[in-house]
């Protein structure tokens, strides 16, 4: 598509239920990221994928998160007995891989805001 | 670890003023780069401008440019000829390049809410 784009735009959940977050990005983009974005706050990085593998998922919480990008194009964040703490923005974003000229520049969707209630 | 601060939490200026946006970052790498992103209200970070450190020439675009100084570790963000439209959140942001395996983890600042008086 000619943008990232992530659904859905808002979720409101209750404590311990599972989420899943979708994230559809720039088509030829090979590396996708998930970054989180409390409120008042910079996104920090959750997980890189670079095609279908996840190449770095340092940023990941804990083990209530989990990632995956089968096909190498859309990817699903995927949270299990969410806690209150859960509550932020979820910002998916793409960008080319390898030369500096593409690597470095990621383009963002809007957001999937998550409120854990 | 990288990191990034923005010492200013809001900041306000008039139409057609001048705006500068203060960041500074902490790192001992030598080849890396620095971004100002922008985040209206509808959350869509957007890309304002790049700078890549082994450039000693401080970025421009259109009405916004930077003032990089490297030894001070100090990354501005200056707005010229202020529109509403430039009314956002704010972000410094600091990657690490390492060569042809680097990829786009950023280290993003707390960031500055701008406002735009008309």
């Known amino acids: 598509g000619a943008g990232v784009s992530q659904t859905p735009s808002n979720k409101v959940t209750e404590k311990g239920k599972y989420v899943e977050l979708r994230c559809d990005p720039i088509?030829?983009?090979?590396?996708l990221y998930w970054y989180r974005q409390s409120l008042g706050q910079g996104p920090e990085f959750l997980i890189y994928?670079?095609?279908?593998?996840?190449?770095?998922d340092s940023g990941l919480p804990n083990d209530r998160f989990f990632a995956v990008r089968p096909e190498g194009s859309v990817s699903t964040l995927k949270i299990q007995r969410t806690e209150r703490g859960d509550s932020a923005v979820y910002l998916c974003?793409?960008?080319?891989?390898?030369?500096?000229?593409?690597?470095?520049?990621?383009?963002f969707g809007a957001g999937s805001r998550l409120t854990v209630l | 670890a990288q990191t990034v601060t923005q010492s200013q939490p809001e900041m306000s200026v008039q139409e057609a003023e001048t705006v500068t946006l203060s960041c500074t970052y902490d790192?001992?790498?030598?080849?890396?780069?620095l971004f100002w992103y922008k985040q209206p209200p509808s959350r869509q970070m957007i890309l304002v401008i790049r700078?890549?450190?082994?450039?000693?020439q401080n970025a421009t675009e259109n009405r916004f440019s930077v003032n990089f100084q490297k030894a001070a570790k100090s990354f501005s963000l200056k707005i010229s000829d202020s529109q509403l439209g430039d009314a956002a959140m704010y972000f410094c942001?600091?990657?690490?390049?390492?060569?042809?395996?680097?990829?786009?983890?950023?280290?993003f600042g707390q960031g500055t809410i701008l406002t735009v008086h008309p």
């Open positions: 790192t001992s790498e030598s080849d890396y780069y």
């Open positions: 974003a793409s960008s080319l891989s390898g030369a500096r000229s593409g690597a470095n520049v990621l383009t």
């Open positions: 994928f670079q095609g279908t593998g996840a190449a770095d």
């Open positions: 700078q890549e450190a082994y450039k000693q």
């Open positions: 088509s030829g983009h090979t590396a």
């Open positions: 942001a600091y990657l690490r390049w390492a060569g042809g395996t680097s990829y786009g983890k950023l280290t």
